[in-house]
């Protein structure tokens, strides 16, 4: 858990395990479920940022974490990582496979790598946004 000193108003921001390339028993994956629908219930939950890879399809995994956020009506905004290594026209392709598969609207997606810190600025905005 990080504390997160915005000049507006301070959060918290809880990173949670991956769930998607963890090597973690059956035990393990149930235990990490059974945390995030206790996180998802928090009544001061402002939303959930979702890291996912734009180089990749959704997997099931993804699907699943999508289906658990709509039963728990969570405000989620979704930052797509690593869009320095595709094309331009590619990470475009990528992003609206993404929102499409995972029912987002265009704002719930932010495109962003930490290498060449494109969306960044987007990205703080979306979670200043969220938290407010």
């Not at 099931?60 to 026209?89: F, I, P, W």
Request: glycine letters at 6%.
């Amino acid at each position: 858990m990080y504390l997160i000193p915005d000049p507006e108003h301070a959060f918290y921001l809880l990173d949670l395990p991956g769930y998607g390339y963890a090597r973690v028993s059956k035990e393990e994956r149930v235990a990490f479920a059974g945390l995030l629908r206790h996180v998802l219930t928090r009544p001061r939950l402002a939303g959930v940022v979702w890291l996912l890879d734009i180089r990749h399809e959704p997997q099931a995994g993804d699907l699943d974490m999508q289906d658990l956020l709509a039963g728990a009506h969570a405000r989620v905004l979704a930052a797509a990582t690593k869009s320095d290594k595709l094309s331009r026209t590619r990470r475009a392709e990528q992003a609206l496979a993404l929102r499409q598969a995972l029912g987002l609207d265009e704002e719930q997606l932010v495109v962003t790598s930490a290498q060449s810190k494109e969306g960044m600025d987007e990205l703080r905005e979306a979670v200043a946004a969220l938290v407010s």
